[in-house]
């Protein structure tokens, strides 16, 4: 199955290897860190990222977007396969009473090009509520410098009860 934004004959590798690179180069642009080693060469940053062990997911830009992304560690922690991940709305990983805090903070997003320390509790397909802290979303651009998507990484959760 083909990420929901992949080209329709690129395969799923290519994708994810190009998406990487996109999201790398991004992060790096807009809030001037390395969200990876920057002597990685291009063509191992879609495993480099894939297997981090810092959460990193993305979706494209829509009324009502889907992930597009998601590496092992988010994959893990949503309890998902990349085939179940990859067709979610982003929305439904936060719990109703959360979801206008989100889309406000994916506004703020769209208009600054990122935010760092963002908080907020997500859920598992399972149910299992976990809190999110110090995460830093930022707008993927494509190489015109077009935004594309949004996305996160972060690297602490606390389960909430």
Do not use: C
Request: aromatic letters at 10%; glycine letters at 6%; a negative charge.
């Amino acid at each position: 199955m083909l990420p929901n934004s992949a080209v329709p004959d690129e395969s799923p590798l290519k994708f994810i290897d190009r998406h990487a690179s996109r999201l790398v180069r991004s992060h790096r642009l807009l809030t001037g860190r390395d969200l990876l080693p920057p002597e990685i060469p291009d063509e191992e940053l879609g495993a480099h990222l894939f297997g981090a062990p810092f959460v990193v997911v993305s979706h494209a830009v829509a009324a009502d977007p889907v992930f597009n992304y998601g590496n092992q560690a988010a994959l893990e922690l949503f309890e998902m396969t990349w085939e179940e991940f990859t067709v979610l709305p982003s929305r439904l990983s936060a719990e109703p009473m959360h979801r206008d805090e989100r889309a406000r903070l994916l506004e703020m997003v769209a208009r600054q090009g990122y935010i760092d320390d963002y908080r907020g509790i997500r859920i598992s397909k399972t149910g299992r509520r976990f809190f999110i802290e110090r995460a830093t979303v930022w707008n993927v651009l494509e190489e015109s410098g077009a935004v594309i998507g949004q996305a996160a990484t972060f690297g602490q959760w606390t389960p909430v009860e």
